[in-house]
């Protein structure tokens, strides 16, 4: 899969940028864009642009392996490419009072349409509920954000990186991101969120900040940073007031 967010609508932290020269140079959109799709043809690929703002491209998955599963679903100007799977969907459904065909996709954006339309509970909560091997990211046309996490069991990857007019690159193909940011990308976190609104957070430790880690590739150049729970450094817990004490993306 692969998902591309303009700068500005996504704006990733500044340590996934490298300051290593490099032969490789990163590629605009259109051309990362137009690279993937055509690297894999498939009568089942789905793409999806939204002017130049947004592009989302998705193939099926192959194989037995769930956790290797990429579902897509568009609702309510709401796209989510979902990897891997929920153990506990069924539960789930029940919990949110949905239909027994609703799959993994689709519960994520209801699950995230409850938190951005009525924050009952805090995002790293619901996040935390969701057993399985998972990533996913949530494209809100309507609102103009971008919402993406990734399970703490590490069977699912995802790659994030900064094209060459800093525009936000996501794939769970590593050789895409390589080809497409040169050095300047990295592992998305496990156990950890990122809504464009909000940032980086860790759902599975919420009250502490994450601290980046520089990392050096084969060839010793200086790439994105890894970015890690740094146990000893505590948020400050500040109460939400007004509007924004329903808006329970915006962390603790």
Not at 7 to 30: H, N, Y
Not at 142 to 156: K, M, N, Q, S, W
Request: net charge neutral.
């Amino acid at each position: 899969m692969l998902a591309i967010f303009k700068k500005g609508l996504v704006d990733l932290p500044k340590e996934l940028q490298s300051t290593a020269s490099s032969d490789k140079k990163p590629k605009f959109p259109e051309e990362i864009s137009r690279d993937f799709n055509n690297s894999q043809p498939s009568v089942d690929a789905l793409s999806i642009g939204f002017g130049d703002v947004a592009f989302l491209s998705y193939f099926p998955s192959k194989g037995p392996l769930l956790h290797h599963q990429r579902l897509f679903c568009s609702m309510d100007d709401m796209c989510c490419i979902f990897l891997g799977s929920l153990d506990n969907l069924c539960g789930l459904l029940k919990q949110y009072g949905l239909a027994k065909g609703t799959n993994e996709p689709m519960f994520v954006i209801e699950a995230y349409r409850t938190l951005r339309d009525r924050g009952p509970y805090p995002a790293d909560q619901v996040l935390k509920d969701l057993d399985g091997s998972f990533g996913f990211v949530v494209y809100d046309r309507h609102a103009g954000t971008v919402f993406a996490a990734l399970g703490a069991d590490e069977r699912v990857q995802l790659f994030w990186g900064i094209a060459a007019d800093g525009s936000a690159v996501v794939s769970d193909n590593l050789d895409v991101i390589k080809a497409s940011c040169a050095k300047s990308f990295a592992p998305f976190p496990a156990g950890c969120m990122f809504h464009s609104e909000v940032g980086l957070m860790s759902y599975e430790h919420p009250k502490n900040k994450l601290k980046a880690v520089p990392r050096v590739d084969s060839e010793g150049a200086m790439c994105g940073a890894n970015f890690k729970v740094d146990v000893s450094s505590k948020k400050k817990s500040m109460p939400r007031v007004g509007s924004e004490a329903n808006w329970a993306l915006s962390g603790p």
